[in-house]
């Protein structure tokens, strides 16, 4: 005689959500492939991470175009702010994605950002400011300007150098406007955004 085996339902609940788990986990990895050197997130943090978007620079034939790619996060409860420093220093990392590339200078860092009632505040290292000509310039610009107001893209954004207000990036003398807004961004520079909101 073959004996029967059973399974209780709290055990089948629990190879169930398991099972659920994993799938998920692949799913993440595959759309969002782990740079080299990085840890493998486990399914209990790939649940806890939002989504939010990252933007990039892409050549489209002689035109740069800002893209955003879709990563996740975790999110802190009640610091909007780390949020958003948190979407700025994976940007400041580089692409893992070969079809796209960045603007913004190797060794640049965040120093700080603030959520006030006027705006979104972004301070950077001076390593920001340094070569490429005018539309490697915009293109930086806007890579930190759409990547910081991914969450809230009509919020205002002020970008500061070391403490300071930036007025002029570059030395072509490229104007910033303080604050700017996507909007405000888009009507000074001919450098089109391919816009998908999470």
């Given at each position: 005689?073959?004996?029967?085996?059973?399974?209780?339902?709290?055990?089948?609940?629990?190879?169930?959500?398991?099972?659920?788990?994993?799938?998920?986990?692949?799913?993440?990895?595959?759309?969002?492939?782990?740079?080299?050197?990085?840890?493998?997130?486990?399914?209990?943090?790939?649940?806890?991470?939002?989504?939010?978007?990252?933007?990039?620079?892409k050549?489209?034939?002689?035109?740069?175009?800002?893209?955003?790619?879709?990563?996740?996060i975790?999110?802190?409860?009640?610091?909007?702010e780390?949020?958003?420093?948190?979407?700025?220093?994976?940007?400041?990392?580089?692409?893992?994605?070969?079809?796209?590339?960045?603007?913004?200078?190797?060794n640049?860092?965040?120093?700080?950002?603030?959520?006030?009632?006027?705006?979104?505040?972004v301070?950077?290292?001076?390593?920001?400011?340094?070569g490429?000509?005018?539309?490697?310039?915009?293109?930086?610009?806007?890579?930190?300007l759409?990547t910081?107001?991914?969450?809230?893209?009509?919020?205002?954004?002020?970008i500061?150098?070391?403490?300071?207000?930036?007025?002029?990036?570059?030395?072509?003398?490229?104007?910033?406007?303080?604050?700017?807004?996507?909007?405000?961004?888009?009507a000074?520079?001919?450098?089109?955004?391919?816009?998908?909101?999470?």
């Amino acid at each position: 005689m073959v004996a029967k085996v059973t399974r209780s339902r709290p055990a089948l609940i629990v190879l169930a959500v398991i099972g659920v788990a994993s799938a998920g986990t692949a799913a993440w990895l595959t759309l969002n492939p782990p740079r080299q050197g990085d840890p493998v997130p486990n399914p209990a943090e790939v649940a806890q991470q939002q989504e939010t978007q990252i933007f990039w620079v892409k050549n489209e034939g002689n035109t740069l175009v800002l893209v955003p790619s879709t990563v996740r996060i975790n999110p802190p409860a009640t610091r909007p702010e780390l949020f958003i420093q948190s979407r700025l220093e994976r940007l400041l990392a580089g692409p893992a994605n070969q079809d796209v590339t960045t603007s913004i200078p190797q060794n640049t860092r965040v120093n700080r950002v603030e959520v006030k009632a006027d705006g979104i505040h972004v301070d950077l290292s001076p390593e920001f400011t340094k070569g490429g000509g005018s539309a490697s310039m915009q293109a930086r610009l806007g890579q930190v300007l759409y990547t910081a107001t991914a969450s809230d893209p009509s919020a205002p954004v002020w970008i500061s150098i070391g403490g300071e207000p930036l007025r002029v990036l570059g030395g072509e003398g490229l104007e910033v406007t303080q604050p700017m807004t996507r909007r405000d961004f888009q009507a000074a520079f001919a450098l089109p955004a391919q816009e998908s909101h999470p």
